[in-house]
């Protein structure tokens, strides 16, 4: 399994908000993970940070899993927990008040592949089939819109809303998580923040993702400079997971 990832602040704002990690556990699963911090002024990038580091404290103690069931559970118990500790910083410290962050990630071990989502960081996929897709749907009020007929997907892309989060970490004391099993014929994984897809058409990227020539570093550095090439207008992050021939996981 070959993974990179990169961030960068863009072109723009003063700071990065966006945190993410690729850790592995003591069997040698793999869990990456991207948040972009927002809110709260400057603390954003506290939110970020805070779960980052909280997911990769618990994984790297994680002593793999016996089963689908317990995974599951594991990623439901630690997300919410993960909510829980960056809620109760912005509730009790005036610095961090109304910051938060989403979390987009992928949990590769040998029961199977499972993705994860909080707000409108994305997870994508390549397949071996050649096919390209996103895996997540964004937590915002315009795709709520899209899903309850009263938008269309060409007039979401434009809307003033388009950026207006229904759900994040650290926000509410309650969160949705979304948690899916994506099939084995993946064999590449892109985790990015808004950064990158709300600038850059996902058929653009996808034309990057599916050509096998380049390295992922190299596909890495290709997106990060389309993004930038956009204008650069917010922070950007990308993880890129590629699996091998013989991988278990």
């Given at each position: 399994?070959?993974?990179?990832?990169?961030?960068?602040?863009?072109?723009?704002?003063?700071?990065?908000?966006?945190?993410?990690v690729?850790?592995?556990n003591?069997?040698g699963?793999v869990?990456?993970?991207?948040c972009?911090?927002i809110?709260?002024?400057n603390?954003g990038?506290?939110a970020?940070?805070?779960?980052?580091?909280?997911?990769?404290?618990?994984f790297s103690?994680n002593?793999?899993?016996?089963d689908?069931?317990?995974?599951l559970t594991?990623?439901?118990?630690?997300?919410?927990?993960?909510?829980?500790?960056?809620f109760?910083l912005s509730?009790?410290r005036?610095?961090?008040?109304?910051?938060?962050?989403?979390?987009?990630?992928?949990?590769?071990i040998?029961?199977?592949?499972?993705v994860i989502n909080?707000?409108?960081?994305?997870?994508?996929?390549?397949?071996q089939?050649g096919?390209?897709?996103c895996?997540?749907?964004?937590?915002?009020?315009?795709?709520d819109?899209?899903?309850?007929?009263?938008?269309?997907e060409e007039e979401m892309?434009?809307?003033?809303?388009?950026?207006?989060l229904t759900?994040?970490?650290?926000?509410?004391?309650?969160i949705r998580?979304?948690?899916t099993?994506i099939d084995?014929l993946?064999?590449?994984?892109?985790?990015?923040?808004?950064g990158?897809h709300?600038?850059v058409?996902d058929?653009?990227?996808?034309k990057?993702?599916?050509d096998s020539?380049?390295?992922?570093?190299a596909?890495?550095k290709?997106l990060m400079?389309?993004a930038l090439?956009?204008?650069?207008?917010?922070?950007?992050?990308?993880?890129?997971?590629q699996?091998?021939?013989?991988?278990k996981?």
């Amino acid at each position: 399994m070959k993974c990179f990832g990169a961030t960068d602040t863009g072109l723009v704002r003063a700071n990065n908000q966006d945190s993410y990690v690729i850790a592995s556990n003591e069997v040698g699963d793999v869990f990456a993970l991207v948040c972009a911090g927002i809110g709260g002024g400057n603390s954003g990038d506290v939110a970020s940070q805070t779960a980052i580091q909280y997911f990769s404290e618990v994984f790297s103690a994680n002593k793999g899993f016996k089963d689908e069931e317990e995974a599951l559970t594991w990623l439901r118990y630690q997300i919410r927990k993960a909510n829980d500790t960056v809620f109760t910083l912005s509730t009790t410290r005036r610095e961090y008040q109304g910051m938060g962050t989403t979390l987009v990630g992928v949990l590769l071990i040998p029961q199977g592949s499972y993705v994860i989502n909080v707000g409108d960081s994305r997870a994508y996929a390549s397949f071996q089939d050649g096919s390209f897709r996103c895996l997540t749907q964004d937590h915002t009020l315009v795709q709520d819109m899209v899903n309850h007929g009263e938008l269309s997907e060409e007039e979401m892309m434009n809307h003033p809303k388009r950026n207006m989060l229904t759900n994040a970490l650290g926000i509410w004391s309650n969160i949705r998580i979304d948690l899916t099993r994506i099939d084995d014929l993946a064999d590449t994984f892109l985790l990015c923040s808004d950064g990158l897809h709300g600038y850059v058409p996902d058929s653009v990227i996808a034309k990057v993702m599916l050509d096998s020539r380049q390295t992922l570093q190299a596909k890495s550095k290709q997106l990060m400079n389309l993004a930038l090439l956009q204008g650069g207008y917010d922070n950007i992050t990308i993880i890129l997971i590629q699996k091998e021939a013989g991988d278990k996981r």
